[in-house]
């Protein structure tokens, strides 16, 4: 049996019934746009598999690099609602979240950002290091960069520093497998682990 991934826990039990049924016969899942960077990322950083969920409720400070997490993550509809829901201004609190975009292409997410920077996408992942050392941890070798991406990279550096415990940073699929790791140890740095993101 050949499958793109499945969330759904109706049809997962109806292809393990089959399975049980048919003890000989194998299932495989297989997406032609993966996020297998992520994954091996993420098994840099923790030594083991694990799959990331954002609170994006609880942020109140989103970095996105390259990562259009409002429409093409899964859980999307729900980040959505969550990254939405600290928008909304209510009688007696007026602070809303703010988000920060490095990206390669136009994207919702990128629309939605207080602070988007286009950048080639070699670029971004520069950005993304480039905050990274801003922030005092060892994000490899960052090429120089424009004067206006530095001076971005760094206020972002600060933001992120000053709303530790309430920021999160997220990279998108097309971002390389260190480049996740480096992204894990951002958030970890940050205070996020255990409460804008945990890895299950």
Do not use: K
């Not at 090429?143 to 530095?150: I, M, R, Y």
């Amino acid at each position: 049996v050949l499958t793109g991934t499945v969330t759904s826990p109706t049809l997962a039990a109806q292809i393990q019934a089959l399975l049980d049924a048919y003890p000989a016969a194998q299932w495989h899942q297989w997406e032609p746009t993966a996020r297998d960077a992520e994954r091996r990322g993420i098994r840099q950083a923790l030594g083991r598999d694990a799959q990331p969920v954002y609170r994006f409720d609880e942020a109140r400070l989103i970095f996105s690099l390259d990562d259009n997490f409002l429409q093409e993550r899964p859980g999307s509809v729900r980040y959505a609602r969550d990254f939405s829901d600290g928008r909304r201004v209510r009688e007696g609190d007026t602070d809303m979240n703010r988000l920060y975009v490095a990206e390669s292409s136009f994207t919702i997410t990128g629309a939605m950002a207080d602070h988007r920077l286009p950048a080639r996408p070699d670029a971004v992942e520069a950005v993304g290091r480039a905050v990274a050392r801003a922030m005092g941890l060892d994000g490899g070798a960052v090429p120089d960069l424009p004067d206006e991406q530095a001076e971005w990279a760094e206020a972002l550096a600060r933001d992120l520093q000053a709303n530790a415990g309430a920021a999160l940073v997220v990279a998108g699929p097309t971002m390389p497998p260190a480049m996740h790791a480096l992204v894990h140890r951002m958030n970890e740095a940050l205070g996020a682990v255990g409460t804008t993101v945990e890895y299950v």
